[in-house]
């Protein structure tokens, strides 16, 4: 898994009015950039290929307002992404995380998530509110436990990456 970190590169869309939030977010999440809505809206044809989703879930219409974090390989195509939002500054609702079809069970989940966990302090709890069964046996895997809800409580030594140094590059619109 960590051996192609150096393959993906990271950008962070922010929905407008939470520019000081995304900018401490971005200051955590090494090399990541920090993305114009036409670079998601460019990438949505990864949402096309969910796979397995709630039929309830309203997100697609509401994704402008979430921050979203996108992976991309080395040539700039769209692997995946995670949109969430911050509840408060120490809980965040992961809203969905999405992997291209084609690149999934290769551990490029659990490396968005990892990224991801880097944006946030010691003590932060992460949660799902509802996820499909493979969304919380994924959920699980990267270390949540199921409560009520699927939750993580970031702490030193249950992060994904271990190593927060992640090589990335810039994404842009074209």
């Given at each position: 898994?960590?051996?192609?970190?150096?393959?993906?590169?990271?950008?962070?869309?922010?929905?407008?009015?939470a520019e000081e939030?995304?900018?401490?977010?971005?200051?955590?999440?090494?090399?990541?950039?920090?993305?114009?809505?036409?670079?998601?809206?460019?990438?949505?044809?990864?949402?096309?290929?969910?796979?397995?989703?709630?039929?309830?879930?309203?997100?697609?219409?509401?994704?402008?307002?979430?921050?979203?974090?996108?992976?991309?390989?080395?040539?700039?195509?769209?692997?995946?992404?995670?949109?969430?939002?911050?509840?408060?500054?120490?809980?965040?609702?992961?809203?969905?995380?999405?992997?291209?079809?084609?690149?999934?069970?290769?551990?490029?989940?659990?490396?968005?998530?990892?990224?991801?966990?880097?944006?946030?302090?010691?003590?932060?709890?992460?949660?799902?509110?509802?996820?499909?069964?493979?969304?919380?046996?994924?959920?699980?895997?990267?270390?949540?436990?199921?409560?009520?809800?699927?939750?993580?409580?970031?702490?030193?030594?249950?992060?994904?990456?271990?190593?927060?140094?992640?090589?990335?590059?810039?994404?842009?619109?074209?």
């Amino acid at each position: 898994l960590m051996g192609g970190v150096g393959a993906y590169r990271f950008g962070l869309y922010v929905p407008e009015g939470a520019e000081e939030l995304g900018e401490r977010y971005l200051s955590r999440l090494p090399g990541a950039l920090r993305v114009p809505w036409c670079v998601h809206e460019a990438l949505s044809g990864l949402l096309e290929d969910v796979g397995e989703i709630n039929p309830r879930y309203p997100g697609w219409q509401q994704m402008r307002e979430r921050f979203v974090l996108m992976m991309l390989d080395d040539e700039g195509r769209p692997c995946g992404l995670c949109a969430f939002v911050p509840e408060r500054r120490d809980l965040i609702m992961i809203d969905i995380v999405v992997v291209k079809k084609d690149l999934r069970q290769q551990g490029l989940g659990r490396l968005l998530m990892g990224y991801l966990e880097q944006a946030f302090e010691h003590g932060t709890v992460l949660y799902v509110k509802q996820a499909t069964r493979s969304g919380r046996k994924f959920f699980m895997r990267c270390g949540f436990t199921r409560d009520v809800e699927l939750y993580k409580v970031l702490g030193r030594h249950n992060r994904i990456l271990k190593d927060s140094a992640v090589p990335v590059t810039a994404a842009t619109c074209r």
